[in-house]
């Protein structure tokens, strides 16, 4: 299985950086996805990591280090419609039937304030 | 864009009553996956698919049973509501380096 760890909260300030963290123990590491989730709706994908090193989507970057089982969300120029929930998800290999879980940690949650 | 699918959106139902609620995805993704999720808490993983005819159990048992029988299907279905089961319900699906949810189902059992 796995054991996945987030802030539960934080609060940054409009136009501002966060970096928001994420740490995993797996044993058949597989990949990690970030998500964002605004209250009441649906997870919407934001980035996946398999290898290490940054992956840049605009606004959003998201940093993997395998060997440290470490990954970070950077949101840059921060803006109020930012504020959500963002959520860290591993996929595990499941040995037993060759297929992959995709477990979430708990999630961030991101006050953005003027 | 994610094309994922969920009906109903929203279900009241009694408690006792067999109830079934679809996923669909016309993105061809080998695995899918069911999650519970309560206001403002985590996801739980229920069930989860990497094929057709193959299904697991996630660490949630919420007495749900799955098929997949079609790649593009992953219906759940609920034998008996009770009011425990009221959640929301999301359906999400992956091929390899995406991941994507639809929209929900907000389930009432009273």
């Known amino acids: 299985g796995q054991n996945i760890d987030q802030p539960t909260e934080m609060t940054a300030t409009e136009g501002a950086i966060v970096q928001i963290n994420c740490t995993y123990q797996t044993s058949g590491f597989n990949g990690l996805f970030w998500y964002q989730q605004h209250a009441g709706e649906a997870p919407t994908f934001l980035s996946y990591?398999?290898?290490?090193g940054l992956e840049e989507k605009g606004r959003f970057s998201s940093f993997l280090s395998r060997s440290k089982g470490y990954s970070y969300l950077l949101l840059k120029e921060l803006q109020m419609k930012d504020s959500a929930s963002y959520l860290c998800?591993?996929?595990?290999?499941?040995?037993?039937?060759?297929?992959?879980?995709?477990?979430f940690g708990k999630g961030t949650k991101l006050s953005v304030i003027p | 864009e994610a094309d994922i699918y969920q009906t109903p959106r929203y279900l009241v139902i009694g408690t006792g009553k067999k109830i079934t609620l679809e996923c669909s995805q016309t993105?061809?993704?080998?695995?899918m996956y069911w999650y519970q999720q309560d206001p403002g808490m985590e996801l739980h993983l229920i069930h989860y698919s990497y094929g057709v005819n193959s299904t697991e159990k996630g660490d949630l048992s919420s007495e749900s049973t799955v098929s997949r029988i079609r790649t593009e299907h992953f219906p759940l279905t609920l034998e008996s509501a009770r009011p425990s089961h009221t959640s929301q319900y999301l359906c999400a699906s992956r091929q390899d380096t995406e991941a994507f949810f639809g929209q929900g189902t907000r389930l009432t059992v009273v």
């Open positions: 990591n398999v290898l290490d």
């Open positions: 993105m061809g993704h080998d695995k």
């Open positions: 998800a591993v996929s595990d290999l499941y040995s037993g039937a060759g297929s992959y879980q995709l477990t």
